[in-house]
C-alpha cells in the first residue's frame, strides 16, 4: 500500500532524462513496480495558435517518426517493455495525467529544472501535471 | 545514486500525515535511508499581517509547546529519531527548503490534496516549497 505498482516516468529525451529515468528505475526495482514512459510531442499547431496557413501535417509526421525512433532507443536503454512506451500528441499536462489514468500508474515522475523549481524539462506548461495529478508524483531535479 | 539518504517528510500532524509519512517511510526502509521529519508552525504576526495590537508571545509559546508535544507523539509512532524530529517557525515554504539544506536531505515528501493539485496539506503557501526546493520532491496525494 505504501510501495508503487506502476510508474509512469515523462521524458524529453534529452541527456537529462537520464537521470529522472534513472530515478525511476531505482523505485520500480524497489518496489518490484511496472514501468512505462512518456514522451509528449507538442502539435505545432498548437504550439503556434494555429496562425500559419499551411499544411503542417507533413512536418508533423516527419517528427513523428523520428521521435518513435528516440524514443524506442530511449525506452531499450532502460529495458522498458516496448507496449510501455507512449508516444503521444497534445497538450503534456493533460495527456500525461490522461495516460497516467489510462494505464493505471501510481506515480509519475517528472524533472523539475533546479534553476526554475518546478519547470519541468517537457516545458513550463507540464507544471499542470502537477495540478492535474490522479496520482503521487515525484518531481527529479536535473541540471544545475 | 539514483536512491535517497536522507527523506524530509513535511507534517501538518492531522490524521493525513499518516499517509504521507507511510510513503516516506517506505521508501527510507527501501533505500536504508535517514528519516526527518518537519513541522512549520505559521508565527500568528506573519499569518495576521502584524495588524492585531496585541502581545501574542503567550499565545505563541502554547501553540508551540502542544504542537511540539504532537510532533514527538507522531514521530514515535513512525519511529523518528526526537533528533531527526524538527519544528520550525516560519513560512513553510521557505523553512522547509532551508531545513532540507541544513540537514543535506535528497528528498522532501509532502502531502497534496487530490482535489486541490499541489495545494499542499501545509497550506496552499508551501507550494512555493517545490519551487525553491534544492532537492528531489515527491508530492504525496491526500484525501479525495
Known amino acids: 500500500m505504501s510501495g508503487y505498482s506502476h510508474i509512469l516516468v515523462a521524458v524529453d529525451l534529452t541527456e537529462e532524462s537520464t537521470g529522472v529515468v534513472n530515478r525511476a528505475c531505482a523505485l520500480c526495482k524497489a518496489y518490484s513496480a511496472e514501468l512505462s514512459c512518456v ?10 495558435g494555429g496562425d500559419i496557413p499551411m499544411d503542417l501535417s ?33 497538450r503534456p499536462e493533460t495527456e500525461i495525467d490522461t495516460l497516467a489514468n489510462q494505464i493505471g500508474a501510481d506515480l509519475i515522475v517528472v ?5 526554475h523549481g518546478l519547470a519541468l524539462i517537457l516545458g513550463s506548461t507540464a507544471n499542470g501535471v502537477l495540478h492535474g495529478a490522479p496520482c503521487d508524483v515525484l518531481a527529479v531535479r536535473v541540471g544545475i
Open 39 to 48: 514522451h509528449v510531442i507538442e502539435p505545432l499547431s498548437l504550439a503556434y
Open 58 to 90: 507533413a512536418i508533423q509526421e516527419q517528427i513523428q517518426e523520428t521521435t518513435r525512433s528516440h524514443l524506442s532507443e530511449f525506452g531499450a536503454m532502460f529495458n522498458i517493455d516496448p507496449d510501455n512506451q507512449h508516444l503521444i500528441f497534445g
Open 111 to 115: 524533472g523539475s529544472h533546479g534553476r
